[in-house]
């Protein structure tokens, strides 16, 4: 086991980690949806969310690793089948060459294991699946809509229950998004036909994790390498192979100083550390980097919580806080919010916690990280309320006039 002391290997451990993330180089995937594609054949998943403060999760995290992304790419691999949906550890988009490795999950629902709903309706359930089977794909809104059936309104909630549980199991998966629509059709019907469909043993399902996460994290804890699965068995599995590597020595273990241990391919200590340039990167609260609470705080001594599921009085920072990365550190956050209609982003509230000497440095970078942010918003115009430093407002004001 090697213990990390110096802040040398500290920082060498930060750009490993951000390199494998795609998020120190300029285009480490190319561009446009050839590039979003092998992204998230690289990172393994892009998280799904609902919130919409600012554009979606899910087409945040493209954007930031793969120049000229727009956000109707997502939908487009859905129809060319590069991707799928269902859980990783919470909703995702997913490469559809790992489509294996969601069976053993929807085995474990069809067996009586609970994601949502205690209880299956098995009559609803096939009338619906005769229906898509007769009629084509279905969307939640053809039921909240009231489609007929057999002279009866369908009754939407106990549907849409019936439905979900169907896609959950396995029998259906989404073939498109219509807006943040899914689209369901049978599982037959959507998957392409070179796809394993072998359900995996429990080992190789483990290779499986351990290889990608180490791929994509560089460097990765025990804990994280099972980060909220629900797989019966997987983290005995996991920590057995685990065990088996460290004894090859095909993997090491390091120690940081606050106790917090990580796995990482042997020798990558050894290699010459990444190099980071001095720009800024807005990035999604539910970024595949900094998704893990513990594990950012440790590498980067950034302690983050996404605080929209707090009440508004507990709430230290906002509703909807980006992080904001320059460099290989983590430096402040950003609550905002894009008024649609007006093509207006409002920076509610803006946080930088750490800058050194290089203030005015990493404000130029901010606003032309910003400049970059606002396309993608599809804004035209940006104010700023409020700053911390409070000193920082107005220069950063007047900088910002140069976007409007």
């Not at 070179?194 to 351990?210: G, K, Q, R, W, Y």
């Amino acid at each position: 086991m090697i213990e990390i002391k110096t802040a040398k290997d500290q920082r060498k451990l930060r750009r490993l980690a951000l390199a494998a993330q795609g998020l120190l180089q300029a285009r480490p995937y190319g561009q446009g949806i050839s590039g979003a594609r092998k992204a998230i054949s690289h990172i393994g998943y892009v998280q799904v969310d609902t919130i919409s403060v600012v554009e979606r999760a899910h087409n945040h995290v493209i954007h930031s690793r793969v120049p000229g992304f727009k956000p109707e790419m997502i939908s487009q691999m859905l129809r060319k089948r590069d991707i799928f949906e269902f859980w990783s550890h919470a909703a995702a988009f997913l490469p559809i060459e790992d489509y294996r490795f969601s069976l053993p999950y929807k085995e474990a629902i069809r067996n009586g294991q609970v994601h949502w709903y205690k209880k299956r309706d098995t009559k609803l359930m096939g009338e619906l699946l005769a229906r898509i089977r007769s009629d084509g794909p279905i969307r939640s809104r053809d039921l909240e809509a009231g489609s007929k059936k057999g002279g009866e309104w369908w009754d939407w909630k106990p549907s849409k229950i019936a439905l979900e549980q169907l896609y959950m199991e396995g029998e259906l998966m989404v073939s498109d998004r219509e807006g943040f629509q899914k689209v369901y059709n049978l599982t037959e019907r959507v998957l392409p036909s070179e796809i394993n469909t072998a359900s995996p043993t429990i080992e190789e399902f483990a290779e499986h994790l351990l290889n990608q996460q180490i791929r994509c994290h560089g460097l990765v804890s025990l804990k994280g390498l099972t980060y909220l699965r629900k797989v019966p068995e997987l983290k005995l599995q996991v920590k057995q192979l685990v065990d088996d590597r460290l004894a090859q020595r095909d993997l090491e273990q390091i120690v940081m100083p606050d106790g917090e241990r990580f796995l990482l391919a042997a020798g990558a200590l050894d290699e010459t550390a990444p190099r980071a340039k001095k720009r800024m990167q807005i990035l999604s609260p539910f970024d595949n980097s900094v998704i893990q609470r513990q594990r950012l705080k440790t590498l980067f001594n950034f302690e983050y919580q996404l605080e929209c599921y707090l009440p508004e009085a507990k709430r230290q920072y906002g509703y909807f806080c980006l992080p904001l990365l320059y460099g290989d550190q983590f430096v402040g956050r950003m609550d905002c919010k894009a008024h649609r209609k007006e093509r207006h982003l409002e920076i509610r509230a803006l946080y930088l916690e750490t800058y050194g000497s290089d203030q005015a440095e990493l404000m130029a970078a901010f606003v032309e990280a910003l400049a970059v942010f606002l396309r993608f918003q599809q804004c035209d115009t940006v104010s700023l309320v409020k700053s911390e430093p409070s000193s920082l407002a107005e220069p950063l004001r007047l900088a910002l006039s140069d976007l409007n």
